[in-house]
């Protein structure tokens, strides 16, 4: 199967997505969140919309023509994380559509990619012999895998023979200039709360000037206030409350979001940290402390140096890699 072929299954499997009728789309929904009550039908269509831009034909095209193939045919091990719908689907694609074979161990907490496995080989059958779902991966070749950092430990040390990926955990944070309109603080909404902010791409944290009236965040962000009506998400809004004023922690509380001082990157569910900053200098010195942890940053219409727009933190191009690690490139020579 050439490139040009696997291009089109992966375009098909694209088209297929888009053509979901409200019956196929509710049962999809209805098999995710039997398997994770985090994967609501708004977190589940998130998740396919962001698939359906990754394969569009132009951007397979245009993506795939900047590497070279690979000389020979590998069987890459995937291990794959279940934090939010769909998560794995990117490395499947890069294996399968640089020509090598999947190895893949999908997430308990993660149905959909099985069904998107089914989906592409029902689109191009020749796919059933490149891609193997097992529990166990010692017959990979090399190794993509994503976890904590406790799992990467692990990961490391058993794949430190063979051609390796290994990612930690991540989080990414965003920079508040101070003369943002509100309409653009409503948008960062989007990178704080989708997922429930259980992404490495959600915003965990925020930078703001030393004189910001943090009220106004809480403001701008009331469209998104429904998600303290999840039970899992509302469980941890409490427990955190509950933490924050046993230890007589100031916070700002919205009622459904916890702003608390911290100058930690990685922030619990249902609150965010914020920072403050007194000048650009501090700013860049303060996010490069971080710079290890970080997957992306964000600001109102991509100000600040190497970030994203606000509200466009969970829709990243097919080219943006985890971690900043080029996989296309890794497969080309493995």
């Known amino acids: 199967m050439d490139l040009a072929a696997r291009i089109n299954a992966f375009s098909e499997l694209g088209n ?14 209805e098999r995710a969140s039997l398997s994770n009550a985090w994967f609501t039908s708004t977190s589940v269509q998130s998740a ?3 698939i359906t831009l990754f394969l569009e034909k132009e951007a397979l095209q245009a993506w795939t023509s900047q590497y070279a193939s690979p000389a020979s045919e590998k069987l890459v091990g ?11 689907f990117h490395d499947l694609l890069c294996v399968l559509i640089s020509g ?19 989906w592409l080989i029902e689109i191009e059958p020749r796919f059933a012999h490149k891609i193997k779902m097992e529990d166990r991966l ?32 991540r989080s990414s944070c965003a920079v508040i200039m101070g003369e943002e309109p509100n309409q653009a603080l409503t948008e960062m909404g989007k990178d704080v709360f989708a997922y429930f902010g259980l992404g490495c791409r ?6 703001v000037p030393e004189d910001y009236n943090l009220t106004r ?8 206030q429904e998600i303290i009506h999840h039970h899992k998400y509302a469980n941890n809004y409490d427990y955190q409350k509950s933490i924050l004023l046993v230890n007589q922690t100031p916070f700002f509380d919205s009622g459904f979001v916890l702003l608390t001082e911290n100058t930690n990157l990685v922030s619990p569910i249902s609150v965010l940290y914020f920072e403050r900053y ?52 890794f497969l080309a020579i493995v």
């Open 138 to 169: 010692n017959a990979a070749e090399a190794m993509i895998a994503t976890g904590s950092d406790n799992t990467s430990r692990y990961f490391e040390y058993y794949f430190r023979t063979r051609p390796h990926i290994i990612r930690k955990n």
């Open 48 to 50: 396919l919309d962001g």
């Open 100 to 118: 090598h074979k999947a190895l893949v161990k999908v997430s308990s907490q993660d149905p959909l990619i099985e069904v998107m496995i089914n």
């Open 16 to 29: 297929r997505i888009k053509a979901l009728n409200k019956t196929g789309r509710e049962q999809l929904y």
């Open 202 to 207: 959600n915003i965990a944290k925020v930078f």
């Open 278 to 329: 007194l000048d650009q200098t501090d700013l860049q010195l303060k996010i490069q402390s971080h710079q290890e942890k970080l997957q992306c940053i964000v600001s109102a219409n991509g100000w600040y140096p190497n970030s994203v727009a606000f509200g466009k933190a969970q829709q990243p191009e097919v080219w943006d890699y985890a971690d900043n690690v080029d996989t296309m490139k």
């Open 217 to 224: 965040l809480l403001d701008a962000w009331q469209p998104y």
């Open 78 to 88: 995937i291990a794959m994380a279940g934090n939010i719908p769909l998560v794995g």
